[in-house]
């Protein structure tokens, strides 16, 4: 992300995604190989306290730099940066929510895992999801909420984007996974309109400053979904 003074600046430092849901909705077993997306790294880190294998991508420079960051402190044991990386400089720094989402991993035990299962978890990759997973197989995949992202951001063309980007990225992780496969997304959606696309709003103009007044007052969930590759 490009800031008001021009500086890139990492976007996202802690996930605000139910931490655990992953490992219930891909069924995560230990050895198990996982192809995901990168985004702030709390979720990867989960997967693999969990005894998974895992390989990330992510399209965003300043995620994928984050998340080798963090992933540089679990080597080091250094428990204090891991907790607090980044925190103040995210744009969302000021919301309650990345503290408390930060100290799932304040847990000793949790710690004592990810550190001895550290190695299992490669390297993130700086590519596009659609790509990473097309050349790539793969036993289960977290593709967090990249279909559906799109490229160009909140326009109507964004809009448009998101969706054909939405089958490129479930053609490329139906290539990767064996029959039987599992793939785990998350849809954003506000409380007042439960089912419909958070991205809906945001990217088309005339309801921009309708979803504005969405974000500021109503809180929203990710809602998961698991699909089973046939
Ligand atoms: C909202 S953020 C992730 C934060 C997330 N809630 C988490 O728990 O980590 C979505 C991430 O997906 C990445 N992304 C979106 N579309 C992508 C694509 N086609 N390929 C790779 N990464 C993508 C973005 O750069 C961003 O880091």
């Not at 997306?37 to 390989?55: H, K, Q, R």
């Not at 891991?82 to 408390?100: A, V």
Request: overall charge negative; aromatic content about 10%; some cysteine.
């Amino acid at each position: 992300m490009i800031d008001a003074l021009g500086e890139r600046k990492v976007r996202w430092v802690a996930s605000n995604q139910a931490i655990n849901a992953p490992l219930v909705g891909l069924d995560v077993r230990p050895g198990e190989r996982i192809g995901a997306v990168t985004g702030t790294g709390d979720i990867l880190f989960n997967l693999i306290v969990a005894g998974a294998l895992v390989e990330s991508a992510d399209s965003d420079p300043e995620q994928t730099a984050y998340v080798r960051r963090k992933r540089e402190n679990v080597v080091a044991d250094d428990q204090e940066s891991f907790l607090y990386e980044g925190i103040t400089e995210s744009k969302y720094s000021t919301q309650g929510q990345i503290r408390r989402r930060h100290s799932h991993f304040s847990d000793p035990n949790i710690w004592q895992r990810l550190r001895q299962n550290i190695g299992n978890l490669r390297d993130p990759e700086l590519a596009d999801i659609g790509d990473f997973l097309s050349t790539r197989n793969f036993d289960k995949a977290f593709l967090s909420n990249a279909p559906g992202w799109g490229y160009t951001g909140e326009t109507e063309s964004g809009m448009l984007n998101g969706r054909i980007d939405c089958n490129r990225i479930f053609d490329a992780c139906a290539q990767s996974l064996p029959q039987g496969g599992l793939a785990y997304r998350v849809r954003f959606a506000r409380q007042w309109f439960l089912g419909t696309t958070y991205e809906n709003f945001e990217s088309v103009p005339s309801l921009a400053q309708k979803a504005a007044v969405m974000e500021e007052k109503i809180g929203g969930m990710w809602i998961p979904e698991v699909y089973r590759r046939i």
